[in-house]
């Protein structure tokens, strides 16, 4: 009896909230990624991303944005953006702090994988990875 309950101690609490942190999303809802440019986006998420953005953009708009920010900049010969912008004509997402890192694998396609924090709230990130 003793240690069903101390297992049961053991096991960490899960709460809606907590499951929500992290939002898979398809990159292609609001067509704001380019699916034929270069780099592509695969693996896109929202994570500590608030429900609604300033009031009114779901997570997976802002996710989406910040993600084609960076395409467009890397379309137009930035080798690394280093911050961006994102916002609609009832939003304003605020700038988003870029960083990116080269995974390679023997036998596999490199890709870049992509964080995006936004200022001033680093717990809210976007991730994705930058396929070629």
Do not use: N
Request: net charge positive.
């Amino acid at each position: 009896m003793l240690v069903l309950v101390a297992a049961g101690l053991l096991v960490a609490p899960t709460t809606p909230s907590a499951k929500a942190r992290v939002v898979r999303c398809t990159g292609h809802t609001y067509s704001l990624i380019d699916p034929s440019a270069f780099p592509g986006v695969g693996k896109l998420r929202a994570i500590g991303v608030p429900r609604k953005t300033d009031g009114y953009a779901p997570r997976c708009l802002v996710a989406e944005a910040v993600a084609a920010k960076v395409q467009a900049k890397w379309r137009r010969g930035v080798k690394q953006p280093t911050t961006v912008r994102v916002g609609g004509a009832r939003w304003d997402g605020g700038r988003w702090r870029v960083t990116a890192t080269i995974h390679q694998h023997s036998g596999r396609t490199p890709y870049a994988a992509v964080t995006a924090r936004k200022v001033g709230a680093s717990k809210q990130r976007v991730t994705f990875r930058a396929l070629s």
